[in-house]
C-alpha cells in the first residue's frame, strides 16, 4: 500500500473510532444517571480530542504530501483538510449542545457575534496561508527582509508564517498580515548573489567600520547582508546595500588568512 493510501486509510479510521467511541459511550450513558451538561461536556471532549489527533497528524503530513503535490501545493492541501476537521467539529458540537446553525448565524446576540469573529478571523488566516502558498511571494529557504529585519524563511504554516532572523529568534507572523500589507516581506532572488562581488572585503576579513567606529572581523557575509565580530565582542549586522550606497563606511584592513 502507497504511502498516501495510508495517511488516507488513518484519517477514515480515526473518525470511524471517533464515531464508534461516541456511539459506544451514549449506550453506556443511556444506563447512568449523568446530567446533561455532564453527557455533553464527555461528547465534546471526545469530539475535540479525535479532531486535535487528526489535526496534529495532517500537520505532520507535509513531507508526504510535498512528494506528490510539491511543496506549496501541499501548504494548500493542509489548510483545506484542516479547515475542513474544524467545520465538521464545530458543526458537531453544535449539535451536541442542540443549537442551530442556521438560528447561530441570524441570531444578533452577543454570544452569536462573538463567535462569528472567532470563525471569520480562523477563516482569514487560513484563506490568508492558501493565498500566500498559491501566489508564491515567497518559499521556504528563501532569503528575505521583514520590515528591515533580514533573516530566512522557516516554515509557511496555515495560520503564520516563522522566519529565523540572523540573531537566531524565530519571528512569529499571522499570514493575515502579510496578505494585508501590514508586515512588508522583500525577498531575495538568487541572482542577488551577484552584489557580493561589489563589496570592498570578504568572508574572514579584518575591517574598520565608521558604524561603530571599531575594527572587526567579518564573520558572515550573505546575498544582503555582512555579519562583523568587532573587537569589542559585540557582534554587528547590516544590510549589505547601506555598504553600497555609502550609508555605511567599511574599510579593509587587511584579508583572511
Do not use: C, W
Not at 24 to 52: E, K, M, N, P
Not at 150 to 178: F, H, K, Q
Not at 220 to 241: A, Q, R, V, Y
Amino acid at each position: 500500500m502507497s504511502s498516501i493510501k495510508r495517511f488516507v486509510l488513518i484519517i477514515v479510521l480515526l473518525t470511524v473510532v471517533a464515531f464508534g467511541l461516541m456511539l459506544v459511550y451514549d449506550l453506556f450513558a443511556s444506563q447512568t444517571h449523568f446530567t446533561v451538561l455532564v453527557h455533553q461536556t464527555i461528547r465534546t471532549l471526545i469530539v475535540i480530542s479525535f479532531g486535535l489527533i487528526i489535526i496534529l497528524f495532517i500537520r505532520r503530513s507535509k513531507p508526504l504530501l510535498s512528494k506528490y503535490v510539491g511543496v506549496r501545493l501541499a501548504t494548500v492541501v493542509q489548510s483545506f483538510m484542516i479547515l475542513i476537521v474544524g467545520i465538521i467539529g464545530l458543526f458537531a458540537i453544535l449539535d451536541i449542545f442542540q443549537v442551530s446553525p442556521t438560528a447561530l448565524l441570524v441570531g444578533g446576540g452577543i454570544a452569536s457575534i462573538v463567535i462569528g469573529l472567532i470563525i471569520s478571523s480562523v477563516v482569514g488566516s487560513f484563506l490568508s496561508g492558501m493565498f500566500l502558498s498559491m501566489s508564491h511571494p515567497f518559499t521556504v529557504g528563501d532569503t528575505v527582509v521583514v520590515n528591515g529585519i533580514p533573516g530566512s524563511v522557516e516554515e509557511i504554516g496555515t495560520l503564520v508564517t516563522r522566519i529565523r532572523n540572523d540573531s537566531g529568534g524565530v519571528l512569529v507572523i499571522p499570514n493575515t498580515a502579510i496578505s494585508q500589507g501590514n508586515i512588508i516581506i522583500t525577498t531575495f532572488p538568487a541572482s542577488e548573489a551577484l552584489a557580493l562581488s561589489r563589496l570592498p572585503y570578504a568572508k574572514g576579513d579584518r575591517i574598520y567600520t565608521t558604524y561603530m567606529n571599531e575594527q572587526g572581523v567579518v564573520k558572515e557575509l550573505t546575498p544582503f547582508s555582512t555579519k562583523i565580530l568587532l573587537d569589542s565582542g559585540k557582534e554587528l549586522t547590516f544590510l549589505n546595500s547601506t555598504v553600497l550606497n555609502g550609508t555605511i563606511a567599511v574599510a579593509k584592513i587587511s584579508k583572511s588568512s
